[in-house]
């Protein structure tokens, strides 16, 4: 069986976050839900159904990949998968042909048969394959809905939990030296060999499995709390890494950090804390840059994910960041903060607005146009992916012009709504 991932009616939902990639991409435990179900299927072939100016990157990062291809899914049966779910894994090879799977009333998955994809519509696709669902065996989902950016930091620990376990691995115990302490069981305990552990460093398992991957260099004076993930070839440098905290690859990360989601190719080097939040790539977070996730009065934080806000229904919500944004010294994030992408913050002292739109600049605590307009922007990120031998493509310059027109007139707002000196 084949298995295609696409995104609903609701992928706006999580701006900023999804702007440069589609929500089955988005990070929850280990990875996205395209890689681990890939992983544990082993499907004979993939695709995606994805928003039109994502096609041409992620057809260059996934080059096997079927995307849009309505074609494709007549090839053969094919597991058609809600980006938003995250799904308990053991459900997914028990399943046939006409199996419709929902949660409360949110279709996640149905098993298409070949002759069904001449029924889908690829101009409305998410609607022509819940048509198409509500017409076939209604099973019940086993797993979770993601419906905003922080329900992802909500079900991190528990994510993190049953990817330890269905991940394969080999053995747990790799040869450390006396002065590095681990806690807890050692089958709650997977380090790569390939990974270096420095002296005085605290492995805690007890309150839940940690798995450092190859390459990845943790340095004296850190300590990690599981449930947590670090991925390959990241380095923490004296880091107070909390539970329910994933790592993803090519980090640099000191300080402290509680239930947080680094996506991949960030930089948090620096002290400052990072609390209940999502940071994604080639996102540098300046020197003390630190963000409150938890209000005085205790009440439920709310998120201006595009400049509306919403409320989370959650108490521990921290700071939303989306790609390519750069903050300065000593940058102070408000309880449930959104900034968009390719954002530039030069603090003023005080905290900074808890919404701040894509391609805009902080200057002094105040929101503005970036005089020099996107082109240095631009150069900026070339340079900073060579630097992690990544290469700033003709397709990515391309997408994030595109996604700067699309972002335009909630910046407009944004600059508008700003207070008058």
């Not at 988005?26 to 839900?33: D, I, T």
């Not at 270096?196 to 605290?202: E, L, T």
């Amino acid at each position: 069986m084949q298995v295609a991932y696409f995104e609903d009616g609701r992928a706006d939902q999580f701006r900023p976050l999804s702007w440069m990639r589609p929500v089955y991409e988005l990070v929850c435990g280990q990875s996205g839900l395209r890689e681990r179900v890939n992983r544990y299927l082993a499907p004979s072939e993939w695709g995606g159904f994805l928003r039109p100016w994502l096609t041409e990157v992620y057809q260059a990062e996934h080059p096997s990949a079927h995307l849009n291809s309505l074609t494709w899914l007549s090839a053969e049966p094919t597991l058609l998968m809600n980006g938003r779910w995250l799904p308990e894994l053991e459900q997914l090879k028990s399943l046939h042909p006409g199996d419709g799977l929902w949660i409360d009333g949110t279709l996640v998955a149905l098993v298409l048969a070949p002759e069904q994809a001449a029924q889908l519509d690829l101009d409305d696709f998410a609607a022509s394959v819940l048509r198409l669902a509500r017409m076939q065996r209604e099973v019940v989902a086993r797993g979770s809905l993601v419906n905003y950016p922080w329900d992802l930091v909500h079900h991190n620990g528990s994510q993190l939990e049953q990817d330890f376990h269905t991940r394969p691995h080999g053995p747990s115990k790799v040869t450390l030296g006396s002065q590095v302490a681990v806690l807890g069981k050692d089958e709650d305990v997977y380090i790569d060999p390939a990974a270096q552990i420095d002296p005085f460093v605290v492995i805690d398992a007890r309150s839940g499995p940690v798995w450092i991957a190859e390459g990845v260099k943790v340095q004296p004076f850190t300590r990690i709390e599981g449930p947590a993930f670090v991925g390959s070839d990241s380095q923490l440098f004296r880091a107070h890494v909390k539970s329910g905290t994933t790592i993803g690859p090519s980090c640099r990360v000191g300080g402290e950090i509680e239930e947080s989601i680094f996506h991949g190719c960030s930089n948090k080097y620096h002290d400052g804390f990072l609390g209940h939040s999502y940071i994604c790539p080639w996102v540098n977070l300046g020197a003390l840059s630190t963000n409150s996730d938890l209000k005085n009065d205790y009440t439920a934080v709310s998120v201006p994910l595009w400049g509306e806000s919403i409320s989370s229904g959650s108490t521990k919500v921290g700071c939303f960041i989306a790609d390519h944004s750069k903050t300065a010294l000593c940058s102070l994030f408000n309880t449930g903060s959104a900034v968009g992408v390719m954002s530039m913050i030069l603090p003023g002292g005080r905290l900074l607005p808890k919404h701040i739109p894509s391609f805009s600049r902080i200057w002094h605590g105040v929101i503005e146009e970036n005089p020099e307009g996107l082109g240095p922007s631009l150069e900026l990120a070339g340079t900073v992916m060579a630097r992690r031998q990544r290469e700033f493509t003709p397709a990515m310059d391309r997408l994030l012009r595109t996604v700067y027109e699309l972002t335009a007139e909630e910046r407009q707002r944004a600059i508008a709504r700003r207070p008058h000196a």
